[in-house]
């Protein structure tokens, strides 16, 4: 059974940070390219940042400069590093483990809020 578990979200205040982490079991994960996704309230999912099984890491224009994505192959565990937090990073953050070998096959966690607010 594949579970992705987020934590680590929260309220924080404009330009702080805050470090997501995403524990991966079920799948083995240097056959996956791990991302962190989110979705604002109204607005559809997006991507924030990938990395595979290599290190090779990719962010969205918006979060460049700010976030930080990596992972311990040791603990399977993938983390955001979220530095410089805006209003506009609030949102539900969510890890998803995406297959390299099948086609479509990809997993979602349940989701972190991270709240960015005076």
């Known amino acids: 059974q594949v579970q992705l578990v987020e934590s680590g979200g929260g309220l924080v205040q404009p330009g702080g940070s805050l470090r997501l982490s995403c524990a991966a079991s079920?799948?083995?994960?240097?056959?996956?390219?791990m991302g962190w996704y989110r979705q604002a309230p109204g607005k559809q999912r997006e991507l924030v940042a990938t990395i595979t099984s290599g290190d090779i890491t990719n962010y969205a224009t918006s979060v460049q400069g700010r976030f930080t994505i990596s992972k311990d192959n040791a603990k399977n565990t993938v983390y955001l590093q979220m530095n410089s937090l805006k209003p506009e990073d609030t949102a539900v953050y969510y890890c998803?483990?995406?297959?390299?070998?099948?086609?479509?096959?990809?997993?979602w966690g349940q989701g972190t809020q991270v709240t960015v607010s005076s």
């Open positions: 998803n483990a995406n297959s390299v070998l099948h086609a479509g096959r990809s997993y």
């Open positions: 079920g799948i083995i994960f240097r056959f996956y390219v």
